[in-house]
């Protein structure tokens, strides 16, 4: 038995026989961790590769019955990418009326719980089908989309709730769960400011800058941006796509790596205190990659556990192949004040670059996390319980929306990272 908190609700324990954690009496059997950080470092990168390939014994291919090349919408380079604005949808001014006629209604129905908030209630007449289309495109073509043209300034921090709930149900209406307290929308800034802060944030509610990751776990991130930096904080974006040909033809070893289950994830202080899964899937057809480098590898703010297993030099060469290759194919998105984006969390990969806030206002994001059950990809069993954690229904978690985050459940979150996410 344990005395820290549990990392999984009793409902899910149940479901998936997942029984309390008994730690071993010593890991002096386990190699010493590998040296990497947070934040990549080229020249350990450029080291370690160079020592893995005096082995001989590299495997040549990827594992049995994985595609040794993708094909399609979701492989490309920012190279590529950098006049196409196919993937923006600039809004007229008869369609932001028609959005502004949805959010009176909504408020004249004196609907309280966000949650009820969908298409039912938030009708977009001609605008409608246009989002949905653009839901089309984030999970069957090219990945992502933009829409453009509020101005955000115009409405109340509320009003930009309902609009961004509103809209979005078009992209996806059910939302996931974004922190196990039951918060369903994440406001994200930099708190350094604040005086109340009394612990270092996570990068998250910072102004650094974001190694590349993925989400844990959701089908479709959506990004609305309330207020942008005076410099800085670029979205990136990277296809996985991409990313695994490049990958599966120079190193297919370092794709088995990605592809094993021993990757082990710091639950930093909970019970368990770790859990292991791969980095990489391959399921009905698509190649899906989700993982937080900071859960491998720890942070500055939140320093890796020192009772769980390490991390191997494979390991470390593999993320760090990973980041790189990613940062060689990226596409800034050049996102505008207003700017809603929609990307496929299963497809994608995402940073940001380092930021600094105007004297009088600061960097502000609107985070959804969003599920289509028509048009969703597949979950592999392997992401399933990590799913079901943020977006399934579960009995000891009530769900709620807090879009000022002044509560003590959201400030929890905000300063610390309260029961965590595992993203960023």
């Known amino acids: 038995m344990t005395d820290a908190p549990d990392f999984y609700t009793p409902s ?14 010593t890991l002096a059997n386990h ?19 160079a020592a893995s390939l005096k082995d001989k014994d590299l495997a040549k291919t990827v594992p049995d019955g994985w595609p040794t090349v993708l094909e399609g919408p979701l492989v490309w380079s920012g190279e590529d990418k950098k006049t196409d604005k196919s993937f923006v949808v600039d809004l007229s001014t008869e369609q932001i009326t028609e959005i502004d006629k949805a959010l009176a209604a909504v408020k004249a ?57 509103g809209v979005s149900s078009y992209i996806g209406e059910k939302r996931a769960r974004q922190n196990m307290n039951g918060l369903k929308i994440m406001l994200i800034t930099d708190v350094n400011a604040d005086e109340e802060i009394v612990a270092e944030p996570r990068p998250i509610h910072s102004n650094k800058a974001q190694p590349f990751h993925t989400d844990i776990v959701c089908d479709v991130l959506a ?17 996985c796509w991409t990313v695994y040909n490049e990958l599966a033809a120079t190193r297919p ?66 993320l760090d192949a990973v980041h790189y290759s990613a940062l060689k194919h990226c596409l800034n998105l050049q996102v505008k004040k207003g700017d809603m984006c929609f990307i496929n969390n299963l497809a994608f990969m995402h940073s940001r670059t380092a930021f600094e806030d105007r004297d009088d206002s600061r960097r502000l994001i609107m985070r959804l996390w969003l599920n289509n059950p028509e048009l969703a990809w597949k979950i592999p069993p392997g992401l399933q319980l990590a799913w079901d954690r943020m977006n399934a229904p579960l009995p000891e978690i009530k769900d709620y929306y807090d879009v000022n985050q002044t509560s003590d459940k959201a400030k929890v979150l905000a300063i610390a990272g309260g029961a965590s996410t595992q993203c960023s």
């Not at 190699?31 to 590769?49: G, L, Q, S």
């Not at 129905?109 to 989002?131: M, Q």
Request: no cysteine.
């Open 31 to 49: 190699p010493p961790t590998a040296k990497i950080d947070w934040v990549p470092n080229e020249e350990e990168f450029m080291e370690r590769t």
């Open 109 to 165: 129905a004196s609907i309280d719980d966000l949650e009820r908030i969908g298409k039912a209630n938030f009708v977009l007449p001609t605008l409608g089908p246009i989002l949905e289309e653009m839901s089309k495109r984030v999970h069957q073509g090219g990945g992502f989309a933009i829409l453009r043209g509020l101005k955000p300034d115009g409405y109340s921090r509320e009003d930009n709730a309902i609009i961004y709930i």
């Open 223 to 239: 990004l609305y941006h309330i207020e942008t930096a005076k410099s800085g904080g670029d979205s990136l974006i990277a296809p």
């Open 12 to 25: 899910l324990r149940q479901k998936y026989g997942i029984e309390d954690y008994t730690p071993p009496e």
């Open 253 to 318: 070893d370092i794709i088995r790596t990605l592809a094993a289950d021993d990757w082990v994830h710091d639950t930093f202080g909970h019970n368990p205190p770790f859990y292991n899964r791969p980095l990489v899937f391959y399921e009905d057809g698509k190649i899906i990659f989700n993982f937080s480098r900071r859960v491998l590898t720890g942070a500055p703010m939140t320093p890796r556990s020192t009772n769980i297993p390490p991390m191997t030099e494979a390991q470390a060469e593999a």
